[in-house]
Structures are given as structure tokens and as C-alpha cells.
Nanobody, 123 residues
């Protein structure tokens, strides 16, 4: 499974970005998908996750109400819509895939990782 994240960039505080993660896999709906982020000097942290068919989503408290995760299984793609961005959202954002059922909120259960896309929010 190969994951390609895109959509990062530089945005002012209060702005929006939409990240995409395309998966090269035969059966995308076999995978739970997650977004994580890592700021300089910090550990990688969970941002959002979505179940195989999108029925269950899970968010970090810090992004709940501002970020929305979604997926299009016909396009093998998961999205992260980020609104009301804050400078503390600045990080490299990674998508990840887990061949399970529940939506993990830690890094260890995820089997595959994308290369990351930089999001920078200026104040």
C-alpha cells in the first residue's frame, strides 16, 4: 500500500486547507484511515480517523469542530478539511492506513504511512 498526501501549504490564521491522501491499493475499503501530524521537536500525534466505510470518525480534542475527515472509496482517497486554522496547527501532516475495524488513535496500529505534507499557519 502506497499513500500519497497532498494539499499542504502556507495559510493565514483563520484560513482553510483541504488535505488529500490517495492510496494505491486494490480494496481501499479494507482500511481504516487516519491523519496524524508532527510539529518540530514534538511527537507525532493523532488528528483524525475514519472507519472503512466512513460510518465512524474520531478526532483529537484540539481539532474537533474545526477539522473534518472524509473518504471517497471510489477514488481511493481520504480527505482532511481544516477550517479556522491556528498557528499551533503548523506541522507536517501524515496519512496512515490500518487493516482493522476500529479507528486507532495512536501510531502503532497503523501499518502504512504517507510521506507527509507541510502545513504552515501564520499569525
Amino acid at each position: 500500500v502506497q499513500l500519497q498526501a497532498s494539499g499542504g501549504g502556507l495559510v493565514q490564521a483563520g484560513g482553510s486547507l483541504r488535505l488529500s491522501c490517495a492510496a494505491s491499493v486494490v480494496t481501499f475499503n479494507n482500511y481504516v484511515m487516519g491523519w496524524f501530524r508532527q510539529a518540530p521537536g514534538k511527537e507525532r500525534e493523532f488528528v483524525a480517523g475514519i472507519s472503512r466505510f466512513g460510518g465512524t470518525t474520531n478526532y483529537a480534542y484540539s481539532v474537533k469542530g474545526r477539522f473534518t475527515i472524509s473518504r471517497d472509496n471510489a477514488k481511493n482517497t481520504v480527505y482532511l478539511q481544516m477550517n479556522s486554522l491556528k498557528p499551533e496547527d503548523t506541522a507536517v501532516y501524515y496519512c496512515a492506513a490500518n487493516r482493522g475495524v476500529v479507528v486507532p488513535t495512536t501510531t502503532l496500529p497503523y501499518d502504512y504511512w504517507g510521506q507527509g505534507t507541510q502545513v504552515t499557519v501564520s499569525s
